[in-house]
């Protein structure tokens, strides 16, 4: 299951987003030539990617910036990306281009921040911009806590696009992260960070707690019913489902 898109426009074109998008897709394909040779990708990892233990040390703190940029495949590309283009658009409009700028890379310092204190003798580089993307969806939980959310679920055969209010499905990837982070407290090697998703998205939640008490904090949410303060976009197709297969008699 994931997100494909929301219902929640946005009224400025939002150029740091994009920018983000691009300026990540540029990153990959930079490194593209060196993702077949493991030695190679090894060293840039080791190199530009976020390694607790030197931080710790006191060495490395460009990499905090650098690895938000760098993706271990196309596959953790796009669906990081993904998630910026559905939810960065509205945090932007709100924000404003540049302290969604400065947001964005805050996210990414919390993100950086709880991952090394949750195992700070690590010596597994952490790449990828999920942390700062994950202060993204913490700042629209709470501006945009009904905004609809339409999930795509894919199990085996079936495939279905459901609505979900942007709540739910933030606040259930939220706590799978807890989870996880839980259970792999004591994993040895790669895997997902996921103290840093926990990190990017409380420093996003309570950075944009400041702007959520100026436009009303819980009155906002009366005002509007915790959904955007704009008519829902709507789309042609809102579901979708496997047909029906009747067989002959």
């Not at 910026?84 to 921040?113: C, P, Q, R, W």
């Not at 942390?131 to 905004?147: D, K, S, W």
């Amino acid at each position: 299951m994931f997100p494909i898109r929301d219902h929640n426009p946005s009224l400025r074109t939002p150029y740091v987003t994009y920018g983000l998008i691009a300026a990540n897709l540029i990153v990959f394909l930079m490194m593209l030539p060196f993702y077949g040779n493991e030695a190679a990708s090894t060293r840039i990892f080791m190199q530009y990617g976020l390694v607790p233990l030197r931080l710790t040390n006191g060495a490395g703190i460009e990499t905090i910036l650098t690895s938000m940029f760098m993706h271990g495949g196309f596959l953790h590309l796009a669906g990081n990306m993904l998630f910026l283009y559905i939810f960065g658009d509205n945090l932007e409009d709100v924000l404003g281009h540049v302290k969604f700028t400065i947001f964005y890379l805050v996210s990414g310092l919390g993100a950086a921040f709880l991952q090394v204190i949750a195992d700070p003798g690590s010596v597994v580089p952490m790449v990828g911009a999920s942390g700062a993307i994950a202060g993204v969806m913490g700042g629209y939980l709470l501006l945009f806590p009904r905004a609809r959310v339409d999930v795509l679920f894919i199990i085996v055969v079936f495939v279905r696009v459901i609505p979900f209010p942007a709540w739910l499905m933030l606040l259930l990837w939220f706590g799978l992260q807890l989870l996880n982070g839980a259970l792999n407290i004591a994993q040895v090697g790669g895997g997902v960070a996921y103290w840093a998703h926990a990190g990017g998205f409380i420093a996003g939640f309570l950075f944009v707690l400041p702007v959520w008490n100026r436009l009303g904090g819980p009155k906002l949410w009366a005002r509007t019913d915790g959904h955007p303060d704009k008519p829902a976009a709507k789309y042609k197709v809102t579901n979708s489902s496997i047909p029906v297969v009747r067989r002959r008699k």
